[in-house]
């Protein structure tokens, strides 16, 4: 009986352009917020935060931004690493050589420069498709990684191009500890995240997903196709350059242009698989996954397979196990994790009856 | 007594259109016009270049020659997003909806034109953008009102049937409020109580919202019954232009079209 609509008349539109329409939705999220931001710091421990949850919430960010990109505008990329780091690099420098630039804006003016190098790369979108829009963001994964450790001036002349996090001084507070990077981490991703649903249930995004549908459609009822590619390109990069900063500061701490090389970018990319293409929830869901998997293998590794297998072979097999987990997806499941809850819930919805 | 009325000027005029694919002529020097507020319905045999010359008037392809006068305005070079900000909308021979979206939110894009407030306002919710979004979503609502389509509004199209999607593609080109509208084959496929359901939404087109309509369409019966003037291609050119009731008398078209298909 708890999950029940019944006397939930929608009357304005308003109401029913909500994010969430169901108010036990409604409230099942803001107790999720709440136990993140108050009962979590509380009951976390050091490896919860620095270990699972800062990487998943930077993650499932990352994973919004790919999600932009080739979810919702049908713009395939194997450059989300590139954005990343385009961000965290523009982050360090301002911060770096602007005399008192706080952190926060630091940040968010590395994602600006992100989202303007997003559209220079996305410039040849405009005049191909499909898979050779795919060369363009593989173009820039290679090119800034290039970028980055060639030229000491990135990194302040430091050695093989590595950074470092600035102080983590929000307002004044000290967030250097585990609990306030998780807290950082989950105010910026909280943002962020109510941002992209707002954004996607825009014109704007319905307009992407017009051009990832049916572009010749999408210009014949007047949708300008070149502004709306190069909007995907910008946001997606500046939330993948905000992504990467975390990544650096809030997670790593210190960090070299090898961190966001191209396997970042897959990594990124089977996270808006498993999760689900077009979906917010999605990206927290296919992040989930991409950080606790490999903690549950080794777990079961350890316990029941303890001597069997060694650890280089784990790698190996956790790889294999992993990769048919993706090809099953694709297969079974195009829709990733976020389907599948949706399935559920609506069993939920008017369960005991079939439909 | 009889006092011949001097026409309205068209709304559209083609003035010697062709166009070729390569070695293959779609279209040899068509001139036709429609009337503001007529149905005009395209005529002919398979191939005879009826979607090719809707696809030259809203842009989608560019002629070899001729041009095309729209609302007082000569147009060489059309792009789609010019016809469509001129008021020109369509449907396709092979539905072109955007298939992972639901109902409203086709309807919707069709009303992109209309929308004023910035992608930054709806992003943030801000300034003219929570009326706005109201707004718009009344008027696809009237659309969706209009079409019948109620219990669909929130189902992804692709997972409707046919006739039902024929008929969002529709609603997606009326919620632009055209001027002009362009329907290729909006009934092909459909059986004759789908077809009469069609008809009548097409008919209640012209009629409530003023709109001029050019419909190509192989169903002689539904031509001859919805139409206010009717042309016949064949193999590019045009071999007939009238009423209805002087088409159909015309021995070329008989021959040509009429007689091969009944
Ligand atoms: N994009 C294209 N590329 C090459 N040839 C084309 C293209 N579009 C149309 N044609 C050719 O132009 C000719 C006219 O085609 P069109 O689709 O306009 O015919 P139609 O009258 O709409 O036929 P139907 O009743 O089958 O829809 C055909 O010979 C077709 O093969
Ligand atoms: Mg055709």
């Not at chain 1, 036990?24 to 136990?35: E, H, N, P, T, V």
């Not at chain 1, 002349?157 to 950074?163: E, K, L, N, P, Q």
């Not at chain 1, 549908?213 to 009822?221: N, Q, R």
């Not at chain 2, 083609?14 to 070729?20: G, R």
Request: aromatic share 10%; hydrophobic share 50%; glycine share 10%.
């Amino acid at each position: 009986m708890l999950y029940r609509e019944a006397g939930q008349f929608i009357s304005h539109y308003r109401a029913d352009q909500r994010l969430f329409r169901l108010r036990q939705d409604r409230i099942g999220f803001y107790l999720l917020l709440a136990s993140a931001f108050v009962l979590v710091p509380y009951c976390g421990n050091d490896y919860w935060f620095s270990a699972i949850l800062i990487p998943f919430l930077v993650l499932s960010l990352a994973g919004m931004g790919l999600n932009f990109l080739t979810g919702y505008a049908g713009q395939l990329s194997l450059g989300s690493a590139a954005f990343m780091a385009v961000g965290a690099f523009s982050a360090y420098n301002f911060n770096l050589r602007v005399e008192g630039l706080p952190f926060l804006l630091s940040i968010l003016l590395g994602g600006v420069v992100a989202g303007l190098t997003g559209v220079i790369f996305g410039l040849p979108s405009l005049k191909i498709k499909g898979f050779y829009v795919l060369v363009s963001t593989l173009a820039a994964q290679f090119f800034v990684q290039w970028v980055f450790t060639n030229f000491a001036w990135f990194s302040n002349d430091s050695s093989s191009g590595v950074i470092t996090a600035p102080p983590l001084q929000v307002f004044g507070l000290d967030l250097s500890s585990p609990a306030g990077r998780y807290l950082l981490t989950l105010t910026i991703v909280t943002a962020l995240g109510l941002l992209a649903a707002n954004i996607v249930r825009s014109e704007l995004g319905r307009n992407w997903m017009a051009v990832r549908d049916m572009d010749t459609a999408a210009a014949v009822i007047g949708i300008a196709i070149p502004k709306t590619k190069l909007l995907a390109f910008a946001i997606s990069s500046f939330y993948l350059g905000i992504a990467g900063s975390l990544w650096a500061f809030t997670y790593l701490g210190t960090v070299e242009p090898h961190g966001f090389d191209i396997n970042r970018s897959f990594q990124i990319l089977f996270i808006i698989i498993i999760g689900g293409m077009g979906s917010i929830l999605g990206n927290f869901l296919g992040a989930a996954f991409i950080v606790l998997f490999p903690v549950l293998m080794s777990h079961i590794a350890n316990g029941l397979l303890a001597g069997v297998i060694d650890a280089g072979h784990l790698e190996n097999f956790q790889k294999i196990v992993f990769g048919m987990l993706i090809i099953g997806f694709l297969i079974k499941e195009p829709n990733g994790l976020a389907s599948i809850w949706q399935t559920f819930r609506q069993q939920l919805r008017v369960w005991p009856l079939r439909y | 007594m009889n006092t011949t009325q001097p026409l309205p000027p068209p709304l559209l005029q083609l003035e010697h259109i062709s166009l070729s694919f390569k070695a293959v002529k779609a279209i040899t020097n068509i001139s036709f016009a429609v009337q503001p507020g007529e149905i005009c319905a395209l005529i002919g045999p398979n191939g005879a270049g009826k979607s090719s010359l809707l696809n030259v008037i809203n842009g989608v392809y560019r002629p070899d020659e001729g041009a095309i006068s729209y609302n007082g305005e000569t147009l060489h070079i059309m792009q789609p997003q010019h016809a469509a900000e001129r008021g020109i909308a369509r449907t396709f021979q092979n539905i072109a909806l955007f298939k992972g979206m639901t109902v409203l939110d086709n309807v919707l894009t069709g009303r992109n034109l209309h929308v004023h407030s910035s992608w930054l306002e709806q992003v943030f919710n801000l300034g003219r953008a929570p009326q706005e979004a109201v707004r718009q979503r009344k008027k696809a609502e009237e659309i969706i009102d209009f079409l019948d389509i109620q219990p669909w509004r929130n189902s992804v199209v692709g997972n409707l049937p046919y006739g039902l999607q024929k008929r969002v593609e529709l609603g997606r080109a009326l919620a632009a409020e055209p001027k002009l509208l362009l329907l290729d084959e909006p009934m092909a496929g459909m059986n004759a109580e789908e077809k009469q359901e069609m008809s009548r939404f097409i008919l209640a087109t012209q009629r409530e919202f003023t709109t001029t309509i050019v419909l190509i369409e192989h169903d002689i019966g539904v031509v001859m019954t919805l139409s206010n003037h009717v042309v016949v291609l064949d193999y590019g050119k045009k071999i007939g232009d009238g009423k209805p009731e002087e088409v159909r008398q015309n021995p070329q078209v008989i021959a040509a079209y009429l007689g091969t298909k009944h």
